[in-house]
């Protein structure tokens, strides 16, 4: 295959791509450098990638991304041929028989009405293929974002019955431990029991999030993208005064912020610097 090629459209190409890329002497020598602890980073990086696409509603960018994260399933799947533990076809095979026994509401004669109720037994499918666990908190990978972990803990437990009855207690408990660090905050206590504290009060707050109905990780990125929307436009509006950030002071600031919300809610995405000046 050649640059001169038309542009490959299958798998089989995808394949037949990264196979040359990772063959000794006539591959990129960055990829024969690659293994599977150097390349799942950058694995990491693409899923958040095609979740970035979605949520900016880019329909242009999902389509690439999600060519980007299959190229990262098809990268270790080579790597994982040449150590000669399994190839693609096995990973497909894999996922294709596992879905079809994860749904027997689908491809058998189980009867399954909801989504909540799917969510149940494909817990129950998993505990079933995954044997005997020695904690109900099994299963939950020590590498996802410490927020989303938090969250996934969080419901394992409460399938076993570990949780609040009405998000009011869970209410109450994210009162309590923002007070118990705000004694720590007071007391001057080190950083180890100020880190302990912070650390109790924000998995209290993914608590009261996922009683909400609502996924942290998501609420906490959509805050992220709002904060860093509005404070550009903060930058605009001193910039429009004829001067920056760091020369303008808080309580102007704070007048900007407000404007920029204001801006926001009447559906301007940024400052016009000529108008406002």
């Not at 190409?13 to 196979?19: D, G, S, V, W």
């Not at 990129?28 to 095609?50: G, K, R, S």
């Not at 705000?182 to 109790?200: F, P, T």
Request: hydrophobic share 40%; with cysteine.
């Amino acid at each position: 295959m050649t640059v001169d090629d038309p542009a490959p459209a299958t798998i089989e190409n995808l394949l037949e791509i990264m196979a040359q890329l990772r063959t000794p002497g006539a591959g990129c020598p960055w990829d024969l450098q690659q293994n599977f602890h150097t390349i799942a980073p950058y694995t990491l990086e693409e899923a958040y990638e095609v979740v970035d696409a979605i949520e900016q509603g880019d329909k242009d960018a999902l389509k690439e991304e999600l060519g980007d994260l299959l190229f990262q399933v098809v990268y270790h799947a080579q790597m994982a041929h040449e150590a000669g533990w399994f190839d693609f076809g096995a990973v497909v095979a894999g996922i294709c028989e596992k879905m079809i026994r994860r749904h027997p509401h689908v491809f058998g004669e189980e009867i399954i009405e909801t989504a909540e109720a799917q969510t149940t037994a494909w817990e129950i499918h998993k505990d079933r293929e995954k044997g005997e666990r020695s904690s109900a908190l099994e299963g939950v990978p020590l590498a996802l974002p410490a927020l989303t972990r938090a969250d996934k803990l969080q419901k394992k437990a409460s399938r076993v019955g570990f949780d609040w009855p009405s998000i009011h207690g869970v209410s109450d408990k994210v009162e309590e431990e923002l007070d118990e660090l705000r004694e720590e905050i007071h007391s001057n206590a080190g950083a180890e029991a100020l880190m302990d504290e912070a650390g109790d009060l924000l998995f209290a707050a993914v608590n009261l999030v996922r009683h909400t109905g609502t996924d942290p990780e998501a609420a906490l990125r959509q805050a992220n993208r709002k904060f860093s929307r509005r404070f550009r436009m903060v930058e605009q509006l001193s910039e429009a005064a004829g001067k920056t950030v760091t020369e303008t002071d808080l309580d102007t600031l704070d007048l900007y912020w407000d404007e920029a919300k204001a801006l926001e809610a009447a559906g301007h995405k940024s400052v016009n610097v000529t108008e406002t000046a």
